[in-house]
């Protein structure tokens, strides 16, 4: 195997040394402070070995990779059910698109797009209390990544609610279809808050090893669920641009727009990487390009 601590010290380099950023986040206000000249990506292997480079420490908001993890846990209480509440094609659309939802009579395309991820979390809270559904998402991260050092910026929610107008709208038009069990505000503010989790980049990496088949780890989904979120994060994980990212990258992975990116080598590797600035996609730049190095080196492909 090429040396993988050697070729993440030269993506690190590699990528501080091109002056271009991309743009950070502007909609969610708390989001926009955070300084663009970041970078970090951190790799874990099946058998556990943990390699980085970068800014690997520094807590990040998790933003939609969360949707991978209340994915599983919304699979893990309702099953194929959910099925008939949210598709699972790829959009073509931006994240949080409202045109699709009314022309498809509020179905959402896939349960990565914002409308499907807050139809997933509706259904992780149905039958209780948002901070009961809440500390079931926020333990399933400590678990997956080994670690009780995982928690909510409650700032960055409270200033996702109070900018969310694309959120609500997409939450009210859910409910028109009669697509929502719980309370409009109930069920985004269990989505804001789970998307305000922040992790290090090192942390996201430990807790993608769920999905990595890697054989000592406590199972927290069954190996078929596992194919089939790799399946999800392939096609759908980075919306309107999930083909350009399988073009240039060949490995399913699932974007935030605080910058961070998850991929999977299945049965190989968990890999995390963040840098705060966005391509036109609302992806991260300099990650999705690290990645896509990363992989050519690595000679890493599902394909
Ligand atoms: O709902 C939103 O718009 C955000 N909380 C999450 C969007 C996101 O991370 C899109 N990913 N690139």
């Given at each position: 195997?090429?040396?993988?601590?050697?070729?993440?010290?030269?993506?690190?380099?590699?990528?501080?040394?091109?002056?271009?950023?991309?743009?950070?986040?502007?909609?969610?206000?708390?989001?926009?402070r955070?300084?663009?000249?970041?970078?970090?990506?951190?790799?874990?292997?099946?058998?556990?070995?943990?390699?980085?480079?970068?800014?690997?420490?520094?807590?990040f908001?998790?933003?939609?990779i969360?949707?991978?993890?209340?994915?599983?846990?919304?699979?893990?209480?309702?099953?194929?059910q959910?099925?008939?509440?949210?598709?699972?094609?790829?959009?073509?659309?931006?994240?949080?698109?409202?045109?699709?939802?009314?022309?498809?009579n509020?179905?959402?395309?896939?349960?990565?797009?914002?409308?499907?991820?807050?139809?997933?979390?509706?259904?992780?809270?149905?039958?209780?209390?948002?901070?009961?559904?809440?500390?079931?998402?926020?333990?399933?991260?400590?678990?997956?990544?080994?670690?009780?050092?995982?928690?909510?910026?409650?700032?960055v929610?409270?200033?996702e609610?109070?900018?969310?107008?694309?959120?609500?709208?997409?939450?009210?038009?859910?409910?028109?279809?009669?697509?929502?069990?719980?309370?409009?505000?109930?069920?985004?503010?269990?989505?804001?808050?789970?998307?305000?989790?922040?992790?290090?980049?090192?942390?996201?990496?430990?807790?993608?090893?769920?999905?990595?088949?890697a054989?000592?780890?406590?199972?927290?989904?069954?190996?078929?669920?596992?194919?089939?979120?790799?399946?999800?994060?392939?096609?759908?994980?980075?919306?309107?641009?999930?083909?350009?990212?399988?073009?240039?990258?060949?490995?399913?992975?699932?974007?935030?727009?605080?910058?961070?990116?998850?991929?999977?080598?299945?049965?190989?590797?968990?890999?995390?990487?963040?840098?705060?600035?966005?391509?036109r996609?609302?992806?991260?730049?300099?990650?999705?390009?690290?990645?896509?190095?990363?992989?050519?080196?690595?000679?890493?492909?599902?394909?």
């Amino acid at each position: 195997m090429p040396d993988l601590a050697q070729i993440l010290n030269r993506l690190d380099r590699e990528m501080r040394a091109d002056g271009d950023w991309g743009e950070v986040a502007a909609y969610i206000p708390e989001l926009a402070r955070v300084p663009k000249d970041r970078f970090a990506i951190a790799v874990v292997t099946a058998d556990g070995s943990l390699y980085r480079a970068g800014d690997a420490d520094e807590p990040f908001s998790v933003q939609s990779i969360t949707k991978v993890f209340t994915l599983a846990i919304a699979l893990g209480r309702s099953g194929d059910q959910l099925w008939h509440r949210v598709g699972r094609e790829p959009s073509g659309r931006a994240f949080n698109s409202i045109v699709q939802l009314e022309q498809e009579n509020g179905r959402p395309r896939n349960p990565f797009i914002n409308a499907g991820a807050i139809v997933v979390t509706d259904e992780v809270l149905s039958g209780r209390e948002p901070r009961e559904a809440l500390a079931e998402i926020v333990q399933f991260l400590k678990t997956a990544c080994g670690s009780d050092d995982v928690y909510i910026n409650n700032a960055v929610a409270a200033s996702e609610t109070a900018h969310g107008h694309r959120n609500f709208a997409l939450a009210h038009f859910l409910a028109s279809f009669d697509n929502l069990l719980n309370p409009p505000d109930l069920t985004l503010g269990t989505y804001f808050h789970h998307c305000a989790l922040e992790m290090s980049t090192v942390q996201l990496a430990r807790a993608g090893r769920f999905l990595v088949n890697a054989p000592d780890l406590p199972r927290l989904i069954s190996a078929t669920r596992v194919r089939r979120l790799n399946a999800l994060m392939m096609t759908c994980g980075h919306y309107d641009g999930s083909g350009d990212f399988a073009y240039r990258v060949g490995i399913p992975g699932k974007s935030g727009v605080g910058g961070g990116i998850l991929a999977i080598v299945p049965n190989v590797a968990s890999i995390a990487v963040w840098s705060p600035g966005l391509n036109r996609y609302g992806n991260s730049a300099k990650g999705t390009e690290a990645l896509a190095r990363l992989t050519r080196l690595m000679d890493w492909s599902v394909f």
